[in-house]
């Protein structure tokens, strides 16, 4: 299953870039994604587990998470997710490609995914998936651009009670 999907997040390209790729607190602006933690943060590999309501089902999954690549200058990464749904009997696998498109402080997020499923899984929730993609991302992308600009509001304050440059500071 080939997904395509596009959001505009008021943020920095390098703001944006920095928030995506630090994997723990990016997950937690996927509803229903909890426990990611790094297996080997320097290898790009985590771990984490995934609730959802798809449709009439509600699936549990726990999975792995690999940056297989990045490019920091051209705001690109290739990840790939695999996880299984054991009581549900199936397993799924995708290949991520994000990129990062600047236009001032905005910033387009392009996420085109390759999906499979495997099992059971693969039959019933592939259709009902297509639809609840589009809800889930424009939740992720609101997650997203609140944290950023929660950061941006905490460091401003932190500059005010210390404007003192950071190399002037003993």
């Known amino acids: ?17 920095a ?8 997950a937690g602006c996927l509803p229903g994604v909890t426990g990611v933690e790094a297996v080997d943060a320097a290898a790009g590999h985590y771990r984490g587990k995934l609730t959802a309501a798809v449709g009439p089902f ?16 051209a705001h690109t990464a ?26 001032g402080n905005t910033t387009t997020l392009r996420i085109d995914t390759d999906a499979e499923f495997q099992g059971r899984l693969g039959g019933v929730i592939e259709p009902l998936l297509r639809k609840k993609t589009d809800a889930v991302l424009t939740a992720f992308a609101h997650k997203v651009q609140s944290r950023i600009e929660a950061d941006r509001r905490r ?3 932190a500059q005010k009670a210390d404007p003192a440059p950071a190399e002037a500071r003993p």
């Open 1 to 17: 299953m080939k997904l395509q999907h596009q959001v505009t997040i008021q943020a920095p390209v390098g703001d944006l870039w």
């Open 19 to 26: 928030f995506i790729m630090d994997v723990p607190r990016v």
């Open 58 to 73: 509600k699936l549990s999954a726990t999975g792995v998470l690999h940056i297989e690549a990045q490019d920091p200058a």
């Open 78 to 103: 290739t990840l790939r997710a695999d996880a299984n749904a054991g009581r549900f009997g199936g397993a799924a696998r995708a290949s991520l490609h994000l990129s990062l498109t600047p236009a």
């Open 155 to 157: 460091d401003r304050k």
